[in-house]
């Protein structure tokens, strides 16, 4: 088993608020914005959560949150050479079970090499795909069973003892993004159809 260190990213939302009017409305204004409860954030009973039922929005989008983590520079890099950068910066919603650096290490020598090769860019682009659902999946919402995947197959998910996806380990999750969330797995799970194998020399 493949155990990783995932470092947490720090996301900060600055909200401006500006008041106008006289004295009396400049004092409503500013206690009423001091005073204003939190959003409901419950999540709801459905595992497909949407997109307007998510934690607030990151700066930048699942690309961006990605690339602005070391740990995440070969996913960074295969998305890049399957050409799967403008997609994961779409509006989605989407969720990415995103392999850390070790987890595509682990890998048997030589496959992350043959698999950026541009003749190998089906299997890439069928490998990365199958990380990512169409939806938007919060932690509080995961539930155990098959879930479709943008690639097409299913991934199995289960919850005894930690949540597992395939035979990859949840590490960490909802890690927010503008268009979804990433959840950090610890190993580079591959669909039942691509034989990775048939790609080392």
């Known amino acids: 088993m493949i155990r990783t260190r995932f470092v947490a990213i720090g996301l900060v939302a ?27 954030t419950a999540a709801p009973a459905d595992t497909m959560a949407p997109a307007d039922t998510m934690a607030p929005a990151a700066e930048g989008d699942i690309v961006a949150v990605a690339s602005a983590n070391p740990d995440f520079s070969t996913l960074v890099a295969a998305v890049q050479a399957a050409g799967l950068v403008e997609t994961l910066q779409g509006p989605g919603p989407f969720t990415v079970f995103a392999p850390t650096n070790e987890a595509f290490a682990a890998l048997p020598a030589g496959l992350v090499d043959a698999l950026l090769l541009p003749e190998n860019k089906d299997a890439l ?73 048939a790609l080392l020399p």
């Open 14 to 40: 600055v909200l401006g608020l500006a008041a106008c009017g006289s004295d009396e409305e400049d004092t409503a204004a500013t206690t009423a914005a001091t005073e204003a409860p939190a959003a409901d």
């Open 125 to 197: 682009v069928a490998v990365l795909t199958y990380h990512v659902l169409p939806a938007a999946v919060m932690a509080a919402d995961v539930a155990a069973g098959d879930v479709a995947t943008v690639q097409g197959e299913n991934i199995t998910i289960t919850t005894d003892g930690g949540v597992k996806v395939n035979d990859a380990n949840v590490v960490a999750t909802d890690v927010m993004a503008s268009n979804g969330v990433i959840h950090v797995i610890d190993a580079v799970i591959v669909p039942p159809s691509v034989d990775v194998t």
